[in-house]
């Protein structure tokens, strides 16, 4: 069964700029959530989609925004970029057809992508 | 206030030892989960093991097993005769109730860079 699959791996984007990354969800996961990670303030919950809909959203600014298709494949954007975006973007799927622990939804978390602003 | 406290930045342990890593939580919801996440430096975050708030026993997985104390607040890992491939960072987490049915929001404490010795 394929994992969470993250594109790209790695980027270098300049201030200003925008950048678009994208998560594609274990087969059957409908709920995918992204988090920003970096070495100053950790992992950090950005927003959580399910069935194409924002369910909820973390502390982020407006230049953060995200979105989730139909095949529930989802896209995270950042615009204007700064030199604090820089960071490991997650993405983790969970969902009915996923790994449940003792009654938990487990995330499972795709190997992110790194962006760099330069 | 910090809601998942991880007081070790780096730990070191001697391969085939038993190591403990420590992770208190602080939160005023009857019904949470603890979960514990490996990163690897590839950075995928790996899901060892999960304590739900209700569960009576402590959780075990493996090499992993989940030392639950709720009334102390704490939810400390121990990894049983560690590996070479044990070296990586150790992420204690939360999910606090269900808000609505939302599974993707997890709260993570700073980490613990655990190296295992030959």
């Known amino acids: 069964k394929a994992g969470v699959t993250q594109t790209p791996r790695y980027l270098i984007k300049t201030r200003g700029q925008q950048v678009t990354l994208s998560c594609s969800p274990i087969s059957g996961h409908r709920s995918v959530s992204w988090y920003q990670q970096t070495p100053g303030q950790g992992l950090q919950f950005l927003f959580e989609y399910f069935s194409e809909t924002q369910r909820n959203k973390g502390n982020f600014p407006g230049r953060f925004s995200g979105r989730q298709f139909s095949n529930s494949r989802s896209e995270m954007n950042v615009s204007t970029l700064e030199l604090g975006d820089s960071a490991l973007y997650l993405c983790a799927s969970s969902g009915s057809s996923g790994r449940y622990h003792s009654g938990a939804n487990v995330l499972t978390f795709g190997a992110g992508s790194r962006l760099t602003v330069l | 206030a910090q809601k998942i406290t991880q007081t070790q930045p780096g730990m070191f342990v001697q391969e085939k030892e038993a190591v403990t890593l420590d992770c208190t939580y602080d939160t005023s919801d009857p019904s949470y989960g603890l979960f514990w996440y490996k990163q690897p430096s590839s950075g995928e975050m790996i899901f060892l093991i999960y304590q739900g708030s209700y569960d009576q026993q402590n959780a075990t997985e493996g090499r992993y097993s989940l030392n639950f104390q709720k009334a102390r607040k704490s939810a400390n890992l121990v990894i049983s005769a560690s590996q070479l491939g044990d070296s990586a960072m150790y992420f204690c987490?939360?999910?606090?109730?269900?808000?609505?049915?939302?599974?993707?929001?997890?709260?993570f404490g700073k980490g613990t860079k655990l190296s295992v010795k030959p």
């Open positions: 987490a939360m999910r606090e109730g269900t808000h609505g049915g939302s599974q993707g929001n997890l709260i």
